[in-house]
């Protein structure tokens, strides 16, 4: 089977109000702040298809390039995927400026419209039910590293000079 040239990228709403679950992942990713929501979630796109028993996994370590992988149940770690998500954070220029901070999901790769329909639809109606907190994205693995490094080492001309003149 070919994968789907459909793609799509949706914007999470009211998604100021929901950075308080999120925490980011290297590159530009987000995940889950808590291990329940993020099984809530992975439960959401099992039961999204209607065709074909899937199960998703998380790809942390992001050997298949992605997020969230989904296969066939049944299949190996090593099969072929049959759809992609990508949790998206922000965009690499925006790093250190957590105010241009969004929520996007990007589901891509996937073999047949109608399971990308489906898991677009589960997913999407996942974090759109996630409820309004007024807790703030805390950053972490973002946070600017700081750039005085003077605190830890002795400027040259501190250390006063030996006078050869004045010994006697």
């Not at 994205?137 to 830890?152: C, D, L, M, P, V």
């Amino acid at each position: 089977m070919e994968p789907s040239k459909k793609q799509e990228t949706v914007v999470v709403t009211n998604y100021t109000k929901k950075m308080g679950y999120v925490q980011s992942q290297p590159h530009t990713h987000f995940r889950l702040k808590h291990q329940s929501d993020r099984e809530k979630l992975l439960d959401a796109i099992q039961n999204a298809s209607t065709t074909v028993p899937i199960v998703a996994s998380y790809d942390y370590g992001r050997k298949h390039d992605t997020d969230i992988i989904i296969r066939k149940v049944g299949d190996s770690n090593s099969a072929k995927p049959i759809g992609k998500i990508h949790l998206l954070l922000f965009d690499r220029r925006d790093r250190y400026h957590s105010e241009k901070y969004y929520m996007k999901l990007h589901f891509f790769k996937f073999v047949n419209d109608e399971l990308f329909n489906s898991v677009k639809q589960a997913v999407t109606d996942f974090f759109n039910r996630l409820d309004l907190i007024d807790e703030p994205y805390s950053a972490n693995r973002t946070s600017r590293k700081s750039k005085n490094h003077n605190n830890s080492t002795l400027k040259k001309n501190s250390i006063p000079k030996f006078d050869m003149t004045m010994q006697r």
